[in-house]
């Protein structure tokens, strides 16, 4: 399923910002953190209609 895989990449963001915290040092801001988070919403949003849709889809033709 692609919108799960676009979740394992976007999660690439979670390990380099513990990466660059623990190993360089770096301190993020207030806007770093809002940007995450409005990216991860957007994935989880997505998986989520995806999902929703392709549920919907089995239902109404449940043969296929």
């Given amino acids: 399923?692609?919108?799960f895989l676009a979740f394992l990449r976007y999660s690439e963001v979670i390990y380099a910002l513990?990466?660059?915290y623990f190993w360089f040092g770096e301190i993020y801001t207030l806007q770093s953190f809002?940007?995450?988070?409005?990216?991860?919403?957007?994935?989880?949003?997505?998986?989520?209609?995806?999902?929703?849709?392709?549920s919907?889809?089995?239902f109404l033709n449940p043969n296929k």
């Fill in 56 to 58: 919907k889809k089995e």
């Fill in 1 to 3: 399923d692609v919108s």
């Fill in 34 to 54: 809002l940007g995450i988070i409005m990216i991860f919403a957007g994935l989880i949003l997505s998986f989520l209609y995806n999902n929703r849709q392709h």
């Fill in 18 to 20: 513990a990466i660059g």
